[in-house]
């Protein structure tokens, strides 16, 4: 009977954070819109096409998207101890997803993508508009200028929104931005040099994307609570399951379906992109470099290629020594149980992209 009674305790307090978070993502959802819908009103007024990048960004978050890092900082503050009332965790939870945003139109321009959650991107669009209206110019140049400018405000509004959250996070935001706009620089760089180093693409790995996904919003969110001794471990958690992340968006890319992820399978073949998986692959068979570079190649090729040298596998195991790291991190921080397990049950949703 009484261990009935302590289940029923259990399921009802991760009801009860769950119920809290949720609510707490639809604050930050709404206050998005919010924010969007008050600038276009303002520059509606200025001139027509001034709501155009607005116009962007909305598309983008009514599209879908996962709010990975907006979940992670609600997460990191209601662990914490946060108050679910206080508005200054809506705000960074808000420019936290308005910052990934801004990530995702440059990186589809650096990365030449077509398609970001099931629609043409920002760049393929308005360069598709420029070049069905005959406009003067380049339409390829056209659309991502106007694709860098969309990016560049959706930072701009980042900023807003962090500045209605308490100024204790500044250090730890400029550093997140900071690294994201590094780590694309090194990205960019390991591509065009494109030669086997597993360490930096490990590096980059964490950088561009593990520490602004999981580790920095998680510390985020803690620092709102007023609670920044938790920073150290959920820096181990994050800094594991981040790159976990991460790996498996660099699986999904050689091995998924575009109907699934919302964008092309296949790009870091087209944009020679320096994944951990590539790098240990051409380490162990030369002949991959020559089938991304060389002219008449197809990405099955390189595909089947890919799981002949057996790296797949290995990065599989790989994450799951991730995800246990990451939960080890955690499993003596001073935080209620019930967030422990929150948080291990979060990190294999996304190593392994469980709803």
Known sequence: MTSDVTIDTGQEAVGHIRRTSTDLLRRIED?????LAAERDVWAGVHPRAVVPINALSELITSGGKRIRPAFCVTGYLAAGGDPDDPGIVAAGAALEMLHLSALVHDDVLDDSSQRRGLPTVHTKHAALHDSRGWRGEPRRYGEGVAILVGDLALVYSDELMAEAPRSVVPEWNRLRSEVMIGQYLDVHAAAEFSAAPHSS??????KSGRYTIHRPLVVGANVAGRNELAPAFEEYGEAVGEAFQLRDDLLDAFGDSTDTGKPTGLDFTQHKMTLLLGWAMQRDERIHSLITEPGHTPDEVRRRLVDTGVPADVERHIAGLVE????????APIDQV?????????????????
């Open 31 to 35: 206050r998005l819109n919010s924010l």
């Open 202 to 207: 490990r590096l980059i790995a964490r950088i």
């Open 325 to 332: 790291r990451g939960c080890k991190a955690i499993a003596d």
């Open 339 to 355: 967030w422990r397990s929150e948080l291990a049950d979060m990190a294999m949703r996304v190593a392994y992209r469980k709803a």
